[in-house]
């Protein structure tokens, strides 16, 4: 679900349902990132 309060926890850009990226971690919380930052941390 999407919501207007999200933002990137990098670099702090607002996040909209275009660029939104959430990574699940080993602990089962789940991490926001733009799309930037999210291919930065992730590389394919």
């Given at each position: 679900?999407?919501?207007?309060?999200?933002?990137?926890?990098?670099?702090?850009?607002?996040?909209?349902q275009?660029?939104?990226?959430?990574?699940?971690?080993?602990?089962?919380?789940?991490?926001?990132?733009?799309?930037?930052?999210?291919?930065?941390?992730?590389?394919?």
């Amino acid at each position: 679900m999407y919501n207007n309060y999200l933002s990137c926890e990098v670099c702090g850009a607002e996040l909209t349902q275009l660029n939104q990226k959430q990574k699940l971690d080993g602990a089962g919380y789940t991490h926001s990132y733009c799309a930037k930052c999210y291919s930065e941390k992730y590389p394919k």
